[in-house]
């Protein structure tokens, strides 16, 4: 059984920074692609930055380029998202998800729900203007 615990959310002011973390258990970590997506309320949830399994690949989804910064830590099973410059739209749940175990997995993909097995239970950030 896969679990996937996320910390780290909070309420924080715009223009501020907070670091999430995601601790897996139940799977070779280092095996798996790992994922954060976010879903504000009245919305669908959306990606917003993925991982390599050992690290050295990262994807961005735009809004988030330049602020967010995905890493991992295979011997700690965790892995982070650092959040920098923080807006008020970035506002919303926050779920990290473990991805596919293949090598080749494409920005396009990366950003998909569906290629994600499993999630987390979420993590609030709050960001006021």
């Known amino acids: 059984q896969v679990q996937l615990v996320e910390s780290g959310g909070g309420l924080v002011q715009a223009g501020g920074s907070l670091r999430l973390s995601c601790a897996a258990s139940?799977?070779?970590?280092?095996?798996?692609?790992m994922g954060w997506f976010r879903q504000a309320p009245g919305k669908e949830r959306e990606f917003v930055a993925a991982?390599?399994?050992?690290?050295?690949?990262?994807f961005y989804a735009d809004s988030v380029k330049g602020r967010f910064t995905i890493s991992r830590d295979n011997a700690k099973n965790t892995v982070y998202l650092q959040m920098n410059s923080l807006k008020a739209e970035d506002t919303a749940v926050y779920y990290c998800a473990v991805g596919p175990s293949r090598v080749l997995f494409d920005r396009v993909a990366a950003g998909r729900p569906g290629e994600y097995d499993y999630w987390g239970q979420g993590t609030q950030v709050t960001v006021s203007s």
């Open positions: 139940g799977r070779t970590f280092s095996n798996y692609w």
């Open positions: 991982i390599s399994r050992s690290g050295g690949v990262t």
